[in-house]
């Protein structure tokens, strides 16, 4: 949810508020999400420019959880899930903003603009680390502090509403994650308490870390790390910040039961600061006149002073005399709603973790007398401020445009809207049934499959909300959204979750059909057309589904009725009965790029063949040699390697001796030889293709260049993968989940559209210049579009790329200018003589009347 400004606030008093801490041998619960979006921001930086870089952030995420082992670290990662009904305003705010952002997007932009699967690929990753994880049913914030007081253990996140839960908290920003080493003085030295304040250095280095927005920059894992020497007996923790809510409460300052108010004074994602107009003009006084402090810093200053002279029942009463009459209810309802979740010890989370993992909870630590009677914090930080307060002068205007912006949007939020909006849907916030266990509002077969993280957080506000928030990608503005081909599918999606068998229809969010029976409706808000706004689309049901939904055992005909339904020219029956001849983990992957080549106008065969190219090199290389993307590391650790494998493969060429495939390989079918690459194959590919896995330079210089049209077919496509892998999920997996990490890379399948886009035979440059050291490679990518072939529109059946025959003939032409300005550049140089020379008869002798030794004749 976030409170605004809380965070600046204690990172410019970090010697205050926070303390260093040896994280190691505890348990820790993570916030997913933010871990997810904060590890991707680190690791690919403008590469998302190009819609996602799947690969690097997968790999990234299993070495931050690699670390954390290494220290004996016990992870539990809680996921987001749908959005609570008083949060949509603040939704099509943030919605609007990316809008905003997508339609100047450039490759060199610093902001990073998170791809669409970038959840499940941080899901995939923590699995296969072992790692307890589930998905929540709302925000995880109350779910996350819950599990923590169970455990008494920290929580990891960058979210400043844990600045007011009772938990333990560790900022994100605050966290090296470098394993270091310390000896064990005593017995107590690996749990003794924090005992010292931050230094000035320290605290000095939180402020500029969370200006700079890094996070975990920097991990290092084993092979990195040195070790001690000697015997002695050592411990490995890694270095942080640890906060308790005693160091914003202590003697003098603010009681528990005030943080609530407090953080709702400072506006949240549930009600607009702007709301508290009144009240800061008439009940605060003035927030001061230093140019050192931004305005909301000033803000958290006079809150703070100002609560320490109430008590939590007459604030609360002077806050709501200045509130409107209609946003007295609303906050009275978040303020009841956060003290409740500051003592919530109802916690799914500790139930389902201890059900479905075994030995779920090694470390559980009773709480301490020193935890308890934590007063150690009681003066008042308000008179350490003048020690910590550092000038802020080029933020202020900054600020000040922020302030303006958000009291426009708090006095008018409908002044962006366009004609697609409907106004009661902004509305109708605070009508939403408060119940305390969340839980109950969803049937259980629903909770079952979502509590494990296999469907997408957008089930839940499908199920709930009746809503779809369409979070855009980076796409080409002017065209339609890059969802719109997958809309059939979220359609039946749709339909089935509200056909469930056994269950009745409620009403709520239903229209009558042309023969007055009640048909319910999706509200889709995705982004207009060419214009930086939201639409809210009314979709009913198309068709109620094709076959009867049983949630316990759902038919898996489901996949192919929505074949059958949307994709009419191809032959659905055959199409499902081919799937057999490819890899588990690539049929539906596959069904989605056959979906995706019927319904997109602006894909075409290049798109193809770079998304199979894409997905044999990721899918081969980076499992059989070590990944590595940096191209001098990788000449570094493999160069040795690189040079003696050339230099058999160039002795064997000058032999005449051609490379082949072993015999006993041959008996297999070819995707099953794709396990016996020979790693030498795998160097050598990669030595060729690591340039394309980056940015091109040329972008560096020409950002204009850099083609959103092309983008947006590949953004079309992720979309259809996402939608058909919730369905499939819905339907209890009939098909393996794609790996995006191992098929997907936004940069390469750029670099390898660009590349092929002028070649005339694109298979032929495949075999001689992409894929030439590997004959089991190339064989696989032929295997794969050939599979394809059968089931190309005929639309998209061209023999030649206009593009790339228009190229050809310009490159035909080039050549025989040249041929023909050399044959006349050589006919002038020509000498006049040479045709008397050429014919002259060698039995005349020449004498050179001018050499008196040209009469001599040697025999």
Known sequence: MGVRGLTSYIAQRAEIYLKPHELHSTALVIDGDNLSCNLYKDVTGSYSAFGGDYDDFYRAVVQFFQVLAECNIRPYVLMDGGYEERKLRTVSTRLRNKISVIKKINPNASITLFPLHLKEV???????????????????????????????????????????????????????????????????????????????CEAKNVKKRTRANKIVAGIQTTEQTASPKGNSKTYKYLDCCIYRVSHLCGRGTLSPEKLPLFAAL?????????????????????????RK?????????????????????????????????????????????????????????????????????PYIEPVSEEECSDDEYSASPDEKLSDVEEGEDQEEAENQDEEQEEEKQGENPEADSGDDVEDEEETDEGLELEVEDKTLLFPQWFLDKLYPADLPRSFVDLMHLRKYINNPQIEHFPFHDSNEVALPILNYVFALLHHVEGEKIPMVAVDMDMEGSTVPYLTYLTRALRVTNVRYIKMPIEKTPAYAFDPLSPDARHLRAVFEDNVPNADTEKLFSKLDQLPEDLRLYFLAIIYWLHRSEHCDLLHLHSLIL??????????????????????????????????????????????????????????????????????????????HFHMQ?????????????????????????????????????????????????????????????????????????????????????????????EFIPTWKRLEVDPTAAKALQKKRLKKQRQAARKLELKEVNADPNAEMVQDADPENDFFDLNNKFCALKVA
Not at 623 to 642: D, N, Q, S, W, Y
Request: aromatic share 12%; with cysteine; glycine share 4%.
């Open 122 to 200: 941080f899901v995939d990753a923590v699995r296969d680390c072992g790692v307890p994880v589930m998905r929540c049913v709302f925000e995880a914030d109350d779910e996350l502090a819950a599990l923590a007081r169970k455990l008494n253990c920290p929580v990891l996140s960058y979210d400043s509403d844990f600045y007011i839960h009772n938990v333990k908290y560790i900022p994100l920003i605050t966290l090296t994650v470098k394993v270091l080493t310390k000896q064990v003085k005593n017995k107590n030295s690996s749990n003794q308490k924090d005992s010292r304040d931050l230094r000035h």
């Open 266 to 290: 400072l506006g949240n994602d549930y009600i607009a600061r702007s709301a508290f107009k009144n009240f800061f003009a008439a009940g605060m006084g003035k927030a001061g006149r230093s």
């Open 697 to 789: 330079e040329i972008f560096k210089k020409k950002f204009d260049l850099y083609s959103t049209t092309v983008i947006h077919a590949f953004a079309e496509f992720q979309a259809v993968v996402y939608q058909l892998n919730g369905l499939n999920s819905l339907l209890d997996l009939p098909l393996l989940s794609p790996r995006m990490n191992q098929l997907y890379c936004g940069a390469f399948l750029y670099n390898m559209y660009d590349l092929l886009r002028n070649r005339a035979d694109v298979r032929y440059h495949v075999e001689n210049f992409l894929l030439p050291d590997s004959k089991l490679m190339f064989d696989f990518y032929c295997y794969l579009y050939d599979w394809c072939a």
């Open 293 to 361: 402090l931004k305005l909301q810093q000033k803000r958290i200053q006079v809150i703070l002073t100002w609560l320490k002279e109430e008590t939590a029942e007459s604030a609360l009463a002077k806050v709501l005399s200045r509130l409107k009459k209609n946003q007295r209810d609303s906050l009275v309802s978040q303020v009841n709603a956060a003290i409740s979740g500051y003592s919530n010890e109802l916690c799914h989370a500790y139930d389902y973790f201890e059900e479905h993992y075994e030995n779920a909870f």
């Open 614 to 691: 894409s997905l044999v090199v990721l899918r081969t290389i980076d499992v059989t040699i070590p990944a590595e993307r940096e191209v001098k590391t990788f000449l570094r650790r493999f160069g040795k390697t690189l040079k003696a494998e050339r230099a058999v493969r160039d002795k064997e060429a000058a032999e005449g001796i051609k490379r082949g495939i072993k015999p006993a390989l041959l008996e297999l079918s070819v995707p099953d030889r794709m396990a016996h690459v020979p790693k030498s194959d795998c160097y050598l590919t990669q030595q060729r293709l690591l340039p």
